[in-house]
């Protein structure tokens, strides 16, 4: 085909292209690009679109990019095809010139900003800027005032007549009209029906449609949702995901309880198809879309027979208690609740026969259907990744055959792409990686911990070295991003995400200089001796030595020095940095913990101020989630 465009369907400048061509009734060629793996930023997609950007767009020898660019091109070099886009009488050329302006300039500044807050962020598992989203909100609602106002006018933007000043917005609001966001629409009467009329047209619907015909329903830290996000990657299937706010219950309300009257994630739409469960959407998937990327399901019906067989296993046998340690070590901790050691106990037994069996077959097999990868496996990966990254991952790593089952199917690339975008590796032992811990949980923020067996020296090798080269943990990942040192990567956070959670640090640049003093306090004067002594009355008891008696002492007096000056700065505020907890308080909290349970306490305790602040600082549910892993391991 002469026209050809290039981008991915999810995006929604190249949906504008693909929406114009509809209109005008054109065929072209769509070429796919694997965003996720930076195809947009290297040859020969640079060549189209220099700015590394979709989508791209030939036509015979011509190249453009820039998504209303292109538009404009299709309105004029095809006005005899289709829908007219544009008009031939240069007076009502120019109104919707205007309103094409306004889209770029007023209504796409907002919207596609929240698009991002909204959708984007909760795809990738982010938490939303509530206050950027409500000044986004009032900058929107100012914009639609504008278009209610013209829209009691006339049908369109630009006149009676439908064009390309009405197509632009066509994208964003078919993706705001997913969130919250819809209410700003829906109470401006002409603007709602507007809206109603550019999503119900055919070109929209058929064409668009088509491509983002499956839509997933669901909060992204569900076990159920990520086995369906897989199957979908393992798929190469493109999908519009539609974040379910589990916390405020939209899963018990509607719209979402018309797809799953149950009221859990997921749900799952494909064109008229609506349906739940997520092993049997994983089913549909596999069988609806055998054609396409990783078979999961063989065509011999012996060997799907087999298939069946451990998926069933996998549902009634190994996530009866799978899940249940899930819960009790992983998301009890995050809520701030306590494991129930007796549950633990039971379902480690439950879990240990269970991988007794697996290990058999996978000495036979390399994947549990068989030799290749199928349903069978991807159904366990969710609830994999998350328990091998508590104490139960010994019970994996007891099994060779299952220990290395493990690993392939986590290391699977549909996999990788699901995982957070923010990684902590070390050990949760390690004060340093406490430290880090501490300043995600005050912001709010989700993160991945990836265990690092430092008794096997994992952090002396590859791939840890290649994140800290070093070789001490914590390494930290925020996308592209790779951090090592805890105390770079908190003054990271608070920084990054300043407008998260608890503040950590002050904008106001005298408060922060007593911040940073105290910090700079911390480091070179109560860390030395605090953490000797931790590694003289913990570390070295636990690795079988004897605690150097001299040593603990001479430590002693250096760390009550250090405190008799924390006592003093105390009785005239709350907390080291000022009257608001900072990264200044948060550091110390690691080491204190583990002195908290030794004789040094009794220096803290001799100091009046100086043992409230401990007091207070490690009563905070930030740390005391930190508490739960360590306790949890």
Not at 78 to 95: F, N, R, V
Not at 110 to 125: R, S
Not at 130 to 158: I, M, N, T
Request: aromatic share 8%; with cysteine.
């Amino acid at each position: 085909m002469a026209i050809k465009v290039h981008g991915h369907p999810v995006s929604s400048a190249v949906q504008r292209v693909l929406l114009c061509l509809a209109e005008k009734d054109l065929e072209h060629e769509f070429v796919l690009l694997d965003m996720p793996n930076d195809q947009h930023k290297k040859e020969p997609f640079i060549s189209i679109n220099p700015f590394g950007q979709v989508p791209g767009f030939e036509d015979g020898d011509l190249k453009l990019f820039e998504s209303r660019a292109i538009t404009k091109y299709i309105a004029h070099a095809y006005a005899d095809k289709g829908t007219p886009l544009i008009a031939e009488d240069l007076k009502k050329q120019a109104i919707i010139e205007v309103w094409l302006e306004v889209e770029a300039q007023k209504f796409d500044a907002a919207g596609q900003k929240l698009n991002f807050e909204l959708l984007i962020k909760a795809f990738k598992g982010l938490t939303p800027d509530e206050a950027a989203v409500e000044k986004l909100q009032g900058e929107l609602e100012k914009v639609l005032d504008v278009y209610e106002a013209r829209l009691g006018k006339s049908k369109y933007l630009a006149g009676d007549e439908y064009s390309l000043a009405d197509l632009h917005h066509i994208p964003i609001i078919n993706n705001l009209f997913k969130t919250k966001a819809k209410a700003v629409f829906d109470k401006r009467p002409h603007v709602s029906a507007w809206c109603a009329d550019l999503l119900a047209r055919p070109a929209w619907q058929k064409r668009v449609g088509v491509v983002m015909g499956i839509k997933l329903h669901g909060h992204p830290l569900s076990p159920a949702v990520r086995r369906v996000a897989a199957c979908l990657e393992e798929k190469g299937l493109s999908y519009d995901f539609v974040f379910v706010d589990l916390s405020t219950g939209q899963q018990k309300k509607e719209p979402f309880i018309s797809l799953n009257p149950f009221g859990q994630v997921p749900a799952l739409e494909d064109g008229d198809m609506k349906l739940f469960e997520s092993r049997a959407i994983t089913q549909y998937i596999a069988r609806a879309y055998a054609d396409k990327g990783t078979p999961l399901l063989p065509t011999d019906p012996q060997k799907q027979t087999v298939v069946s067989v451990w998926s069933e296993v996998e549902s009634h046998a190994f996530d009866t208690a799978a899940s249940k340690l899930s819960f009790e070590i992983v998301v009890k901790p995050i809520l701030g609740m306590t494991t129930d050691e007796g549950v633990v106990e039971l379902h480690q037994g439950k879990l240990a026969q269970v991988l007794d069996v697996y290990e058999s077959r996978l000495a036979k097999s390399k994947y549990l259907g068989g030799e290749d990868f199928s349903l069978a496996d991807l159904h366990h990966i969710p609830i994999v990744n998350n328990l091998l990254g508590t104490k139960i991952k010994a019970l994996f790593d007891a099994r060779p055959h299952v220990g290395a089952w493990s690993a392939d199917i986590l290391a699977r690339p549909a996999w990788q792409k699901h995982k957070m975008a923010i990684k902590v590796h070390g050990s949760v032992f390690s004060t340093a990686v406490m430290r880090v811990f501490v300043c995600l949980n005050e912001k709010g923020l989700e993160y991945e911990f990836v265990p690092v067996d430092m008794r096997a020296g994992e952090h002396k090798k590859e791939p840890f070295l290649s994140l800290n080269p070093f070789g001490q943990v914590p390494a930290f990942e925020d996308g592209d991003l790779k951090l090592f040192e805890s105390r770079a990567v908190t003054q990271y956070i608070a920084h990054a995400y300043a407008d998260k959670g608890n503040p950590l640090i002050y904008q106001d640049p005298k408060k922060m200089a007593i911040v940073s003093l105290w910090m700079e306090v911390e480091s070179q004067k109560y860390d030395p001796p605090a953490a000797k002594l931790t590694w003289e009355l913990i570390i070295k008891p636990l690795l079988g030595m004897s605690a150097d008696d001299a040593a603990v002492e001479e430590q002693e007096v250096e760390l009550a020095k250090v405190l008799d000056v924390y006592e003093a700065r105390l009785a005239q505020s709350k907390y080291l940095g000022g009257d608001s907890i900072s990264l200044a308080d948060l550091h110390h909290l690691p080491t204190m913990n583990y002195l908290m349970g030794t004789r040094v306490k009794a220096v803290f305790d001799a100091r009046p101020h100086v043992s409230s602040w401990c007091a207070d600082i490690s009563a905070r549910p930030a740390w005391q989630k930190v508490v739960a892993m360590k306790n949890n391991q």
